[in-house]
């Protein structure tokens, strides 16, 4: 089993001398290995494959789980959609009323895809011992917006905050269960995925998301197990309230100032981001990965506890010249400033 230190080991990121990176990416695997998304999101052991792959052919400084923001939302009871090469989807909207709030289970983790997921993280543990692997989950109002419907949940936190926070109390005691069974499959950290959290103010993304995020920190994360709290939705707007949780990173989206958000992690905590998927990963050229990664890096070069990485999950049927640029523009500048 793998057990990595992973107060050390981000202590450890920090103090080097060259910058390490660590992308999002988990469908470039599934790709190599010749399965679709439907395989690799409803099967455990395909899953493992894929990072497995990716493990073998890049030097990222951890294995990423495939960021799937649809997992915990089915195991409540959420209709999903599974295109055969795209990432699933929620149908719908779980939960009508309040009433349905007050009505609703928590549900326990042999519902839907859980035991796959925790399959997928628990052979990555087993076998890819080099480096850490890190799971992933969705963070607790993002799963509320998947359950309620993103835009009632906005509106809910005004007309009725009782209601929301109940539902997100709801979905945070699931996140911690399940947490703590990623943790037990032998994973040595998890990337939350808070997005929708992004659209809302300072004051409002800490009482409806990092406080209860903050809680969740409390119970999961030890020096065996590390929170990295991710938000491609904060454009700065939010980035001192994603800093209250105490998580030992933060992941940012492309749409943020990267020196601007530097400037407000703590110092012994990793700050990570934010090649765009999109533009640059999928639809870039690979003269534009380099030069996006080169500009990045330069601006960047103050802040020793600075990780590279995408600026979220990178997507299905990303080129593998643009990832390939990636790195090797990562090690140019490396290797320059050596």
Partial sequence: MNTINMKQWVDQLIARKDVTAIPIMTHPGIELIGKTVRD???DGQ?????????????????????????VEAEAFGAEILFPENEVPSVIGRLLNDESAIEALQVPDLTKGRIPEYLKANRLAAEHLTERPVLAGCIGPYSLAGRLYDMSEIMMLIYINPDAARMLLAKCSEFLTNYCLALKEAGANGVIMAEPAAGLLSNEDCQQFSSEFV???????????????????GNMGNCTKAMVYTGAMGYHFGNKID?????K??????????????????KMGSVDTMKQSVQALLDATQAYPNFVLSSGCDTP??????NIDAF????????TSRI
């Avoid at 407000?264 to 990963?281: C, H, K, Q, R, W």
């Avoid at 299905?316 to 010249?321: C, E, N, Q, R, S």
């Fill in 214 to 232: 903050k809680d969740i920190i409390a119970k999961v994360q030890d020096e065996h197990f590390a929170v990295i709290l991710h938000n491609c």
């Fill in 327 to 334: 790195y090797s523009a990562l090690n140019e500048y490396n």
């Fill in 258 to 262: 990267m020196v601007e958000a530097l």
């Fill in 316 to 321: 299905p049927h990303t080129p593998f010249a």
């Fill in 46 to 70: 395909v899953h493992y494959e894929a990072i497995k792959a990716l493990y073998e052919k890049y030097p990222s400084a951890a294995s990423c789980v495939i960021m799937d923001l649809t």
């Fill in 40 to 42: 690799a999101v409803t």
């Fill in 264 to 281: 407000e992690v703590p110092s012994d905590a990793l700050a990570m981001g934010n090649i765009d998927p999109v533009s640059i990963f």
